[in-house]
């Protein structure tokens, strides 16, 4: 874990970006009575981090060859990614009034061909880090300087595919990645340490010969500053493990299974809101 030195101006813009973003993601999911609202919620501040302080990337190009590329493996929490594209100007904001709707570029798992922004169609869980490390090894064969940021769910990474790719990772010495377990320990059966143990989490990472960190997922600064550091690891990819809350800006789905993927009522949403606003 290691702090950057965001200054307090550059804090409360990540900050007020992050409520705004999961204002969109609440409106998106009521609006469709379908899509994953907890995690995406979530992984907020990871995928604000990523785009508003970290990345290079340029809405204007979407397909311009020196960006960097992230991938949302846990391909479900589709709400954060479009919100996030759409506030920085990769569609206008108004597509997100079609999200799951048919015909819609905003399906309910990514679709690359379709959607500016989205680097890979993910949803099959345990693909998306396999892409991405892909991606990575075919930069480094290439020469290219890009760095590709992955997010894995922890429920996702029961799948043995993550870890066959992360031995591919370390084999490959794919030092441009720097992947991230959104770490809430709940899935959509519940606690993940009951579907299926996970702990001792990043000892696991660290066998498998990976550059391993943990840090708290809504803290901007051990975001950036951990970032920062895996991103001068050479000779091997990097894993950050994130601890998150579920739900997290909005109290009664915080901690909460149940709105892994529950869609807000009227009221619930209207109460949402109000939280978020009241914590402007």
Known sequence: MTDTRLDETQLKALEEKARDIRRSILTMVHRAQSGHVGGS??????????????????????DWEGR???????????????????????????????????GSHLQGHPYQPKTPGVEA???????????????????????QPHRVFILCGDGEIQEGQVWEAALFGHKYELDNVVA???????????????????????PKWDAFGWDTHEIDGHDFRQIVGTVEEASATKGRPSMIIARTTKGKGVSFMEDVAKWHGTPPTDDELALAMAGLNHGA
């Open 41 to 62: 919620l979530g992984a907020t501040d990871l995928v604000v981090a990523l785009y508003h302080a970290i990345m290079r990337h340029d809405p204007g190009r979407p």
């Open 121 to 143: 169609s993910t949803g099959t869980l345990g693909l998306g880090i396999s892409t991405g490390l892909g991606m990575a090894l075919a930069a480094k064969i290439k020469g």
């Open 68 to 102: 960097d590329r992230f991938i949302l493996s846990k391909g479900h929490c589709t709400p954060v990614i479009y919100a996030v594209l759409a506030d920085c100007g990769y569609f206008p904001k108004a597509d997100l009034e079609t999200f799951r709707r048919p």
């Open 180 to 202: 991230f377990v959104d770490r809430n320990f709940l899935q959509t059966d519940g606690d993940s340490e009951k579907v299926m143990p996970l702990e001792p989490l990043a």
